[in-house]
C-alpha cells in the first residue's frame, strides 16, 4: 500500500512536475491541459489511461471537447502518494510529445 507524502517528501516530489497545484481542501493535486482539439485531447486520454490502467493508479478527469482537467490523489492513502507524482509525470511527458 503506498504511503502519503508529507513535509519536504511531498514539497521535492511536486518540485519535479510542472503546472500542477494542490486542491483547495484535499490532499490532491490538479492541472488543466489544453489541447489543439478533440482528437488530441482523446488520444492523451487514452494513453494515460493505458498507464493508469497498468499502473492500478486511476485519474479523476473530466474531457470538454480539447480541454482536460485531471486530478491525482490515491484513495487507499487518503492522500499525494508516489503513484500520483509518476502518473502526473507521465501525463506531462505525453502532453508534450514525449
Ligand atoms: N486509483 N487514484 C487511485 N487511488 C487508489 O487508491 C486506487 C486507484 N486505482 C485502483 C486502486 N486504488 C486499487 O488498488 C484498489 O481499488 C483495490
Request: glycine content about 8%; cysteine-free; hydrophobic content about 45%.
Amino acid at each position: 500500500m503506498p504511503t502519503k507524502l508529507t513535509g519536504a517528501q511531498r514539497t521535492q516530489a511536486l518540485a519535479g512536475l510542472s503546472g500542477w497545484r494542490d486542491v483547495e481542501g484535499r490532499d490532491a493535486i490538479t492541472k488543466a491541459y489544453r489541447f489543439a482539439d478533440f482528437n488530441a485531447a482523446f488520444a492523451f486520454m487514452t494513453r494515460a489511461a493505458l498507464m493508469a490502467e497498468k499502473m492500478d493508479h486511476h485519474p479523476e478527469w473530466l474531457n470538454v471537447y480539447n480541454r482536460v482537467e485531471v486530478t491525482l490523489s490515491t484513495h487507499d492513502a487518503g492522500g499525494l502518494t508516489e503513484l500520483d507524482v509518476k502518473l502526473a509525470a507521465f501525463m506531462d511527458s505525453v502532453a508534450t510529445g514525449g
